[in-house]
């Protein structure tokens, strides 16, 4: 056993109500300058439909992340060959119109314009090219709040049956806020040619060197969530950095920091560094149980003798015992990751979305009219559609997560009406009274410091001398490749 430390995030989607402040305080901090105007380390999607860049989740086009070859793992696009012959152009990459040309406005032009017959107004340039641009065609967001809309929704590669947006009753939609994912076995990591992306031993952040990287992009290509980004101005890559210098010092990322819905918890998991190449092994439909396996249990005394043995601190090791994110991701199994089947094991983890319950019409509004929630399989977003989201297209682990929301659900509205509440609600969806308490408090009362356990690095208490050229407490040698 191989034991590390992953500061992990967990989203709760059905809090997500795709304000956008997360986008913009990340933007704000991290990436308003020139050559990053187009990246959305942050960015926040409605779905069904294409997200950013568009249909990101399409490998069949951009060709990221991993696939399971035998006994091993290889990356989506690359070989020897490939690698040689794709050095100085990355085939696979997302173009400029699957992002968007990058604008702003002419705002001089409303004080400054000739004297006319005209309002002036303020007119849209490119951020790029410096030239007027007569209709903007996209944003990062384009498609927000237009799931309805056959144009965008049915690009969806996770829905089975486009006609479902056309049909009013069974129209749906929520959102998905996202960040890089931070994996276990990043795919930007493996493909870059100049090992200038490297995975942090300390807390797992995965980091572009920028005094190393080349630009080769092989990163970009290779990252099947496309968070990496290429800055045009520095020839550099960029991505979401986890807000590392907030979270040093004990602060949680300025993304859950401002986040209105309160939907984002940050904490610490443990898990085994040797168990993660034979999970990512399992079909697409054992992936969700094989993540849960490869993480550990911060109570047991041999899981934390192997922590400290690899320089995981005690400060570390209580944070992972309070850990929000290990409660929703391996005590209830509430969590899940986004698109185990690209096989990066993603240390980003989503509650799946239950409302809106009044959905379909007939059972539910009855049911709803007796204090009741619905079953699972007649909620309004399809199972089928948060099985290809969030569990390798396996239908039951989806539904189990459903059972549990929809009895913690029924169980605290009776509780808080002082009505009589079956408990066998709880006991048939595996959680009891004492689970349903402490996941209320985590989903609806809860103050900051329950969403983020966030343990400092304590730097200052480190000879900076020892650690020089170290990539981290469980690595103590150089990042590399191999190593
Ligand atoms: S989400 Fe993409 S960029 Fe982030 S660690 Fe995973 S593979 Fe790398
Ligand atoms: S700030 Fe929170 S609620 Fe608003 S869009 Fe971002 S994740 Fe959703």
Known sequence: MDVRAQLVMVFHL??????????????????????????????VETKPGVGYPKKWEDQGTFKGGWVADGNHLRLRALGKGPTLLNMFFQ???????????????????????????????????????GRKIETIRGGPNWDDDLSGSPLYAAKDVNLEESRIVEEYGKMFMQYLPRICNHCLNPACVASCPSRAIYK????????????????????????????????????KAEKCIFCFPRTETGQCNACAHSCVGRIRYVGVLLYDAEGVAQALLKPDDQLVDAHRAVILDPHDSAVREGARKNGVSDLWLEASVKSPVHALVKEFGLALPLHPEFRT??????????????????????????????????????????ASLLSGGNREVVAAVLAKLVALRSFMRARNLHQPMDAGVLEKAGLDEAAAVQLYRLFAIGGYDERNVIPAQQREEQDPYVRKGASGFGILTKAGRGK
């Open 14 to 43: 059905d809090k997500c109500i795709g304000c956008h402040t997360c986008s913009i305080s990340c933007k704000n901090i991290w990436t308003d300058r020139r050559g990053a105007e187009y990246m959305w380390w942050n960015n």
């Open 91 to 129: 085939p696979n990459m997302p173009k400029m119109e699957d992002y968007y040309e990058p604008f702003d406005f002419d705002y001089g032009n409303l004080y400054g314009a000739a004297e006319g017959t005209d309002q002036p107004v303020a007119e849209a340039f490119s951020q790029i090219s």
């Open 200 to 235: 942090r031993g300390e807390d797992g952040i995965v980091l572009v060197d920028q005094n190393v990287c080349k630009g080769w992009r092989f990163c970009t290509s290779a990252c099947p969530y496309k968070k990496v980004y290429f800055n045009w101005d520095s020839g």
């Open 345 to 386: 094991l993603p240390m980003a983890y989503y509650i799946p979305s239950l409302s809106p319950v009044l959905s379909t019409p007939g059972d539910s509004h009855e049911l709803m009219e007796h204090g009741l929630f619905p079953e699972a399989e007649t909620l309004r977003a399809p199972l089928g559609y948060l």
